[in-house]
T-cell receptor
Framework: GQQLNQSPQSMFIQEGEDVSMNCTSSSIFNTWLWYKQEPGEGPVLLIALYKAGELTSNGRLTAQFGITRKDSFLNISASIPSDVGIYFCAGQRGRAGGGADGLTFGKGTHLIIQP | DSGVTQTPKHLITATGQRVTLRCSPRSGDLSVYWYQQSLDQGLQFLIQYYNGEERAKGNILERFSAQQFPDLHSELNLSSLELGDSALYFC????????????FGQGTRLTVV
């Protein structure tokens, strides 16, 4: 199945640094989402984006829905140790409010924070 | 706690066998989604049910099937198991058909030996 191209694959950063990761696709998606997964857990939704160009924040996290609808970005400001985990982007082609469609996931960005 | 319950948490079985994974969605959620997560393929959408009926199919093998019961719980049946079927299987649920609203369970780790 199609996958989203997510980069970087992993990041080793110092506590307090800002983090940026992105996701691109050759196809258009109508909804973009960002998830975080920790060991032994299922993915947890962080941010959902429904409109091209939309910029949405959730605490120290900010995500953008690319204007072409083929990409999305996630930024984490002032990273802290509990930000460690794997971050996944996901896209859905179905329109908000209707249409059945599963999510297409990127392969994840593994975030490691050095104190 | 997402409110989605999956059982069992771990399952070890032999090649050629058949297993059933169970999912109880969040209270009131009508949609159930099944995903497979493996190291090489990542997270892959398998199938969606909405209020008892199949709504969407992803990369689900013919050896795999699912159903959603009147009480809205769902089961994923995996048969003629192969070593490559070893993976984490996640169930997610949402109140409507939009997968963007879905909350994931903790998964079932299947090991085929």
């Amino acid at each position: 199945g199609q996958q989203l191209n997510q980069s970087p694959q992993s990041m080793f950063i110092q506590e307090g640094e800002d983090v940026s990761m992105n996701c691109t696709s050759s196809s258009i998606f109508n909804t973009w989402l960002w998830y975080k997964q920790e060991p032994g857990e299922g993915p947890v939704l962080l941010i959902a984006l429904y409109k091209a160009g939309e910029l949405t924040s959730n605490g120290r996290l900010t995500a953008q829905f690319g204007i072409t609808r083929k990409d999305s970005f996630l930024n984490i400001s002032a990273s802290i140790p509990s930000d460690v985990g794997i971050y996944f982007c996901a896209g859905q082609r179905g329109r908000a409010g209707g249409g059945a469609d599963g999510l297409t996931f990127g392969k994840g960005t593994h975030l490691i924070i050095q104190p | 706690d997402s409110g989605v319950t999956q059982t069992p948490k771990h399952l070890i079985t032999a090649t050629g066998q058949r297993v059933t994974l169970r999912c109880s969605p969040r209270s009131g959620d009508l949609s159930v989604y099944w995903y497979q997560q493996s190291l090489d393929q990542g997270l892959q959408f398998l199938i969606q049910y909405y209020n008892g009926e199949e709504r969407a199919k992803g990369n689900i093998l013919e050896r795999f099937s699912a159903q959603q019961f009147p009480d809205l719980h769902s089961e994923l049946n995996l048969s003629s198991l192969e070593l490559g079927d070893s993976a984490l299987y996640f169930c997610a649920s949402s109140p409507r058909t939009g997968a963007y609203e879905a909350f994931f369970g903790q998964g079932t780790r299947l090991t085929v030996v």
